[in-house]
């Protein structure tokens, strides 16, 4: 039996990395986590290491630079396959994700290829936002579902579950989005391949400690490649991402 792994993007996280494995750990206590730092300035790598000293299932990945939430997914789920996780959960350093829905998550994984942790559905919630901040994501979460025809209704959350075979099909590894448009580019992904998927309500609560990364270039970028996608769709229909053929024929 292999552990669900739990990927943490970090960057700039010192003030909450610490709580946000002690809650993984209690509310999740068969995962497994992996923090993958982007060599924070504030210290994060340094308190990561010193958990993974301490706790067995906790595991670090050190990259050079900041160099992005995308980026850094894609070097986790490679960590991933290559440690023989079957189940992957992703999630933010930030507090804002709760870890006791894991479970929840994961119960959902058993019947979806790939579950999506949504604020936008019966039950679902953002707590803490500004006017402006929540406008953002449920306006931008609509515009990408209507232009790219897909039928979740949070399609830039940050926290879901996927099966390993599901991250097979995606090929994560060939995603080009960087900032928030990696979460819909997976999700297309995802359609494409077509893969069995599900959401599950969570109630997100803005962060209380450290500074958001999101930053109007994260945003241009999101708003930029699904009008190019969007238009795209209507001049070729996306045909369905081929399986990869088995390595050893
Ligand atoms: N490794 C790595 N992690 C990142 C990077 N950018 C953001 N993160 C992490 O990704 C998660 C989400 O980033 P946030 O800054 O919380 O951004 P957000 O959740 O989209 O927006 P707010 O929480 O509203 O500010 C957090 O755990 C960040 O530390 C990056 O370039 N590299
Ligand atoms: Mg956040």
């Not at 996280?13 to 504030?42: C, K, M």
């Not at 060939?174 to 494409?192: D, N």
């Not at 962060?207 to 209507?234: D, Q």
Request: hydrophobic share 45%; aromatic share 6%.
């Amino acid at each position: 039996m292999t552990h669900p792994l739990v990927i943490i993007p970090t960057y700039n996280e010192a003030d909450n990395i610490a709580a946000t494995v002690s809650r993984v750990l209690s509310a999740a206590p068969g995962t497994h986590l992996l923090i993958v730092d982007d060599a924070s300035p504030d210290g994060t790598g340094r308190i990561a290491d010193h958990l993974a000293l301490t706790r067995s299932s906790v595991h670090v990945l050190h990259r050079a630079g900041k160099a992005g939430l995308g980026a850094a997914y894609r070097a986790g789920f490679a960590w991933a396959l290559e440690h023989g996780h079957r189940e992957v959960i992703q999630m933010d350093a930030d507090g804002s994700h709760d870890a006791a829905d894991i479970p929840r998550l994961l119960e959902a994984l058993t019947a979806a290829d790939v579950v999506v942790g949504s604020r936008w559905v019966p039950g679902g919630a953002a707590l803490g936002w500004p006017a402006h901040r929540l406008a953002l994501s449920r306006g931008g979460s609509s515009y990408a579902r209507k232009v790219l025809g897909l039928a979740q209704r949070d399609v830039t959350s940050g926290f879901r579950a996927f099966r390993m075979s599901a991250l097979d099909a995606i090929r994560p590894e060939e995603v080009a989005s960087t900032g928030y448009s990696f979460q819909i580019e997976m999700l297309q992904r995802a359609a494409g391949a077509e893969l069995q998927m599900a959401e599950v309500p969570i109630v997100f609560r803005d962060r209380t400690l450290g500074r958001s990364k999101m930053s109007l270039a994260i945003v241009a970028e999101a708003m930029a490649r699904v009008t190019i996608w969007g238009l795209r769709r209507l001049v070729t229909p996306a045909p369905a991402i081929q399986a990869k053929a088995p390595a050893h024929v």
